[in-house]
Structures are given as structure tokens and as C-alpha cells.
């Protein structure tokens, strides 16, 4: 079962574009992670924001969060070919939900491929 | 600091095969985490442990068991290996639990192929 889904399920711009990533969730939360996946690696941490923020930026990121459509979203600025990975939102909440009370749900990604 | 490291980074078994994955990290965090990744799916909790000596069960937890002697190393078990179990697993580390506001670290992943 999963908590977070992330839209769309592959996107693909050229760089210099902007690239928008939505995440939809379903129980309340403490807060919402995003990480990068590079093809063959691990994921990376890129930014938090609790569940009393509504937007947070980091370099190129900016993250938004609306609890009351309990969605969020990952903007990348100005993309560059070394963005092309793939980005998964993982919700934390106190709620049992699916064994993982306390810990992340993540999503299933959105696969991001940006040409030069 | 090497962060987090998985052992081995490639496996192939036979069906009913039995293997050890080891991840070790040197944070010093006593959260650690297993999940599975397959195509088209996020990544799913298996088991994690919140301090040295203790484990407890995550989303898909059946099939596999964990040990957490030491703080700084979390096994991930297969007792018999089925093909439904041929995933890549990953190893995570964190200081204190996801809902406390904390970032959970990956390590580079293993590939195992269940035949």
C-alpha cells in the first residue's frame, strides 16, 4: 500500500526548461521528503518540509506543500542534463499506516529525462 | 566517511537458496532500515531497527528476517529464496525516525535475482 503518489510517472523537457512534479498523499503527516534516484544508485536526500510549512527552496528546488489537498510538489528551475533521474516524495506520519508507523511511505516516482 | 555501504552489490540464487545481505554504516545513527524496489514500484519498508539489539517489522516483512548486533550493522536475511523475491534491496540509515523531521541516508543498493 502505498501513501504518496507522484504525477507524472515520466516527464521529459530540455534543459534550460522547468520541470514540475506533484505528489499526492492521503493521511495527515509530519512532513513530506523528497529524494533523487540516479539510474543504479541509491536515493539521495533533497529537501523536507514539515507540515506546518507551505514552500521551502534549496538551490534550484522549490517544494510547496498544501495539507489540504494533502499534495505537494518538487520544482526544478533551469534543469540541466544532470537532473535526468528519477524523484520520489516519501510521506513521514505518526499513523500505523501499512506497518510503517513513524516511518517514510514513498511514492513511485516520476522519471525525469532532461535533453541538452 | 564511506556513509552507507551494502554487501554484496550483485547476487544470483536458486530457488530455495538461503543468504545474508549485510549493511553497515558509520554515523553512528541508530535507525536503520531495509527496503525493496521493483520496476515500477517505490520503494517498500521490510523490516528496520530502531537501536542496536532491536528490530521490528515493516510493510512486506514475510520471507526475511534481520539481526542488529552491532549499532553499525543491519543483516538482511533470506532463509529460502523464492523468485518473488528477486528485487534490489536497499540499506538506510537515519539519527532518529522519519516523523521527527530527519532525512534517511541510502546505500548504493544490491541486486538479487532469485531463479
Known amino acids: 500500500s502505498q501513501q504518496g503518489e507522484e504525477d507524472p510517472q515520466a516527464l521529459s523537457i530540455q534543459e534550460g526548461e522547468n520541470a514540475t512534479m506533484n505528489c499526492s498523499y492521503k493521511?495527515?503527516?509530519?512532513?513530506l521528503q523528497w529524494y533523487r534516484q540516479n539510474s543504479g544508485r541509491g536515493l539521495v536526500h533533497l529537501i523536507l518540509i514539515r507540515s506546518n510549512e507551505r514552500e521551502k527552496h534549496s538551490g534550484r528546488l522549490r517544494v510547496t506543500l498544501d495539507t489540504s489537498k494533502k499534495s505537494s510538489s518538487l520544482l526544478i528551475t533551469a534543469s540541466r542534463a544532470a537532473d535526468t533521474a528519477s524523484y520520489f516524495c516519501?510521506?513521514?506520519?505518526?499513523?500505523?499506516?501499512?506497518?510503517?508507523?513513524?516511518?517514510?511511505?514513498f511514492g513511485k516516482g516520476t522519471k525525469l529525462s532532461v535533453k541538452p | 566517511n564511506a556513509g552507507v555501504t551494502q554487501t554484496p552489490k550483485f547476487r544470483v540464487l536458486k530457488t530455495g537458496q538461503s543468504m545474508t545481505l549485510l549493511c553497515a554504516q558509520d554515523m553512528n545513527h541508530e535507525y536503520m532500515y531495509w527496503y525493496r524496489q521493483d520496476p515500477g514500484m517505490g520503494l517498500r519498508l521490510i523490516h528496520y531497527s530502531v537501536g542496536e539489539g532491536t528490530t521490528a517489522k515493516g510493510e512486506v516483512p514475510d520471507g526475511y528476517n534481520v539481526s542488529r548486533l552491532k549499532k553499525q550493522n543491519f543483516l538482511l536475511g533470506l532463509e529460502s529464496a523464492a523468485p518473488s523475491q528477486t528485487s534490489v534491496y536497499f540499506c538506510?540509515?537515519?539519527?532518529?525516525?522519519?516523523?521527527?523531521?530527519?532525512?534517511?541516508?541510502f546505500g548504493p543498493g544490491t541486486r538479487l535475482t532469485v531463479l
Open positions: 493521511t495527515s503527516i509530519n512532513n
Open positions: 516519501a510521506t513521514a506520519t505518526l499513523m500505523n499506516y501499512g506497518g510503517s508507523q513513524g516511518n517514510l511511505i
Open positions: 538506510a540509515s537515519s539519527y532518529e525516525e522519519a516523523s521527527a523531521n530527519n532525512e534517511q541516508f
